[in-house]
């Protein structure tokens, strides 16, 4: 039998609709659709032709996937800002036999990632900070 694009799971195409396979109807569990359209770039919609389902062990998959992106975005926002201390130090403090020097560092880069509670549920929001330091040594 040819796969039936009703039933089968949208991540891995596995039938999802059968008794043995567990999944989850994206109708019914819309933060599981908004999940796959944040890692993979796609919106499932009721209206789409194919199936609305995803079986559990692609929801896990994608659940795990998505717990190692948010470490590697904090990861990524630690070092960015500890780059951004040491670059400050570095202006601030320089070398003795550097000449004396006015500067303005700004930090465009920097992220904040902060947890907001809502209904129960961790989001996490990126912000863009601007950080301007001007100094005279």
């Known amino acids: 039998m040819g796969l039936d694009v009703k039933t089968c799971c949208r991540l891995?195409?596995?039938?999802?609709?059968?008794?043995q396979a567990t999944h989850i109807d994206l109708?019914?569990?819309q933060e599981v659709g908004e999940l796959?359209?944040?890692?993979?770039?796609?919106?499932?919609?009721?209206?789409?032709?194919g199936s609305n389902l995803v079986c559990v062990p692609c929801y896990?998959?994608?659940?795990?996937?998505?717990?190692?992106?948010?470490?590697?975005?904090?990861?990524t926002n630690l070092v960015s800002l500890n780059q951004a201390i040491l670059n400050s130090q570095a202006v601030a403090f320089p070398?003795?036999?550097?000449?004396?020097?006015?500067g303005r560092?700004?930090?465009n880069h920097?992220?904040?990632?902060?947890?907001d509670q809502n209904g129960g549920q961790s989001r996490?929001?990126?912000?863009?900070?601007?950080?301007?330091?001007?100094f005279r040594i």
């Open 105 to 107: 560092l700004d930090f």
């Open 60 to 75: 896990k998959d994608a659940t795990k996937l998505k717990k190692h992106i948010d470490v590697h975005r904090a990861k």
């Open 36 to 49: 796959v359209k944040n890692l993979y770039g796609f919106s499932i919609k009721y209206s789409d032709r």
């Open 124 to 134: 996490h929001k990126l912000f863009k900070v601007r950080i301007g330091l001007s």
């Open 27 to 29: 109708q019914q569990q």
């Open 12 to 19: 891995c195409l596995k039938d999802a609709a059968s008794e």
């Open 110 to 115: 920097m992220r904040l990632l902060v947890n």
């Open 95 to 102: 070398e003795e036999d550097e000449p004396e020097s006015v």
